[in-house]
């Protein structure tokens, strides 16, 4: 049976520093005073206005040379940009190509898309050319998707030479790119992305769920072109289930342009390293791979457990962690491993709690 949550390691979302709230104070009373921005509550602009564009090509600098805001489109979220991107790009019954082991969440958005998604086989760098060019020759996907920076789950991130390799691939067999770069605003030091190398194949989503806060619910979609963004919004141009809520959107313009997004950006980022010094400490010995400021680790359970029985082990002892089962693609091996997301909780105590149940947990059944 399980006990009570001692630690919830399960979902990755951001921790909660004070300039989220402080951000949030000022920000809200300062759109309510705003006669201007009562509009926000009446109406909203399918993919974000002009205003909203800028902002995000500015929020997107971190990561590149900031791109023509007709490029842009302001969507709810990744899983949002990932969805319509599948549904424009792929038919009912098409391949997509993933990491072997990738996103949780894509397989639910395969089945609401009615596509096939194919597993390629990773490994420290990321995605294996190799295996990416035999399953294009092979399957003839209509798109590949792809976490290069701090991969969810492993945390690897792709060199700047796989990424070139991967772009090669891409172009043989002229197949499209969705490159999530979610946690890209949090690192903007980690390779440039492959958008950069090729725009004309690449569709480029940065979510904010992870930079800022999870409740916003804003994602920056980048399309290769103003053709290609046109050409996708305009069989869904009445439809609003995609749209950015204009009020987040309205927030998010503002602290971009007034410095908190930054600031906020800047505070996550120091407490995502803490707790990672924190698990150095806590878990030595054990096996587990990750990147100073990860907001997760991904950790080898010990011999004589599956990734699924250490997470029943865990949940009894009140750790909460997500198995690798959750992240594997049909037909790729499942590892030994499960993810754990440091950044659940929402004071360090309780991190420092769950880890030291963690690491008795793993040394004494090693």
């Known amino acids: 049976m399980q006990r009570d949550i001692v630690a919830d390691f399960t979902r990755s979302i951001p921790p909660a520093p004070p300039e989220v709230g402080d951000a949030l104070a000022g920000t809200l009373g300062a759109i309510a005073a705003d006669p201007g921005a009562r509009t926000l509550l009446h109406e909203s602009e399918t993919g974000g206005g002009p205003e909203d564009r800028l902002a995000a090509a500015r929020w997107m600098a971190r990561r590149m040379p900031a791109p023509e805001p007709h490029r842009l489109l302001l969507t709810n979220g990744t899983q949002s940009s990932l969805l319509l991107v599948l549904r424009h790009l792929a038919a009912p019954g098409d391949v997509v190509l993933a990491e072997g082991l990738t996103y949780g969440a894509i397989g639910n958005l395969a089945e609401r898309a009615r596509v096939r998604l194919c597993p390629v086989d990773l490994d420290d760098d990321g995605m294996v050319p190799e295996s990416l ?207 754990l997301s440091l950044s659940t909780p929402l004071d360090r105590a309780q991190v420092r709690r769950g880890l030291e149940i963690i690491s008795a947990l793993s040394s004494h059944e090693r």
């Open 133 to 339: 060019a035999a399953a294009c020759r092979k399957l003839k996907p209509r798109l590949i998707y792809c976490n290069p920076g701090y991969h969810n789950p492993t945390t690897t991130t792709m060199s700047l030479e796989r990424r070139h390799q991967i772009v090669a691939v891409a172009r043989q067999y002229g197949v499209p790119v969705f490159e999530d770069d979610v946690l890209g605003a949090l690192h903007p030091d980690t390779p440039p992305p492959i958008a950069t190398l090729a725009p004309e194949l690449t569709w480029y989503s940065m979510g904010l769920t992870k930079s800022l806060t999870q409740g916003l619910r804003v994602g920056y979609l980048l399309g290769p072109d103003g053709r290609a963004v046109e050409a996708l919004m305009r069989p869904i141009t009445r439809l609003s289930y995609w749209v950015a809520n204009p009020l987040s959107a309205e927030v998010v313009r503002r602290w971009i342009d007034g410095g908190q997004a930054t600031a906020i950006a800047d505070a996550i980022h120091r407490e995502s390293a803490a707790r990672q010094r924190l698990a150095g400490q806590l878990l030595h010995g054990l096996h587990f791979d990750t990147q100073d400021a990860a907001m997760h680790l991904w950790l080898r359970v010990p011999t004589g457990h599956t990734s699924h029985s250490y997470t029943a082990a865990a949940a009894e002892r009140g750790v909460l962690v997500r198995p690798a089962e959750m992240f594997t693609v049909d037909g790729h091996p499942v590892p030994p491993r499960v993810r």
